[in-house]
T-cell receptor, first 110, second 114 residues
């Protein structure tokens, strides 16, 4: 199947920016997503981007898409301790079967 | 909008037993999805419904698994003759009409098969 790769861990200090990176292999991906999962909880949709866009900004979140390199990133500005969670990158070309990465565990230290 | 609701939150069962999970989607969401997540992994797609019709099933969904959405509202996922490898978090999601790409997930049912 198609692969979605993410680094497993990221640690940042409160107030700094966090950048979480993701690469994928499916050149026919139409939507790409970032989900957040806190311990014992389901997945919260943070943002998604169409494959014909290269950037999307939503408050503290900025998504960048490099379709040529199949690279997606999520930047969180002014990271807070409440942002500590696992962040999943996902892609789909069907709109129903999302292909997720293994998640990046973000730790925000005071 | 109360979110996607799943019941139970946790289920412990013995190998060989049958289990059934329930999912109540966000009201008026016509698409409903089941995913499975094991420890340290991202969720994996199992199946999805548009209204009451089951439109797609993953090859991960063996013959022991069956999902229904009889009236196009809530859905059930049944696992027969459970095996230890079935232990996972079972996640349900729903999406609104015409926005099939915006999946909203529930908190999941954690299944442990002993």
């Amino acid at each position: 199947g198609e692969d979605v790769e993410q680094s497993l861990f990221l640690s940042v200090r409160e107030g700094d920016s966090s950048v979480i990176n993701c690469t994928y292999t499916d050149s026919s991906s139409t939507y790409l997503y970032w989900y957040k999962q806190e311990p014992g909880a389901g997945l919260q949709l943070l943002t998604y981007i169409f494959s014909n866009m290269d950037m999307k900004q939503d408050q503290r979140l900025t998504v960048l898409l490099n379709k040529k390199d199949k690279h997606l990133s999520l930047r969180i500005a002014d990271t807070q301790t409440g942002d500590s969670a696992i962040y999943f990158c996902a892609e789909t070309n069907s709109g129903y079967a999302l292909n997720f990465g293994k998640g990046t565990s973000l730790l925000v230290t005071p | 909008d109360t979110g996607v609701s799943q019941d139970p939150r946790h289920k412990i069962t013995k190998r060989g037993q049958n289990v059934t999970f329930r999912c109540d989607p966000i009201s008026e969401h016509n698409r409903l999805y089941w995913y499975r997540q094991t420890l340290g992994q991202g969720p994996e797609f199992l199946t999805y419904f548009q209204n009451e019709a089951q439109l797609e099933k993953s090859r991960l969904l063996s013959d022991r698994f069956s999902a229904e959405r009889p009236k196009g509202s809530f859905s059930t996922l049944e696992i027969q003759r459970t095996e230890q490898g079935d232990s996972a978090m079972y996640l349900c999601a729903s999406s609104p009409q015409g926005q099939g790409e915006k999946l909203f997930f529930g908190s999941g049912t954690q299944l442990s098969v002993l």
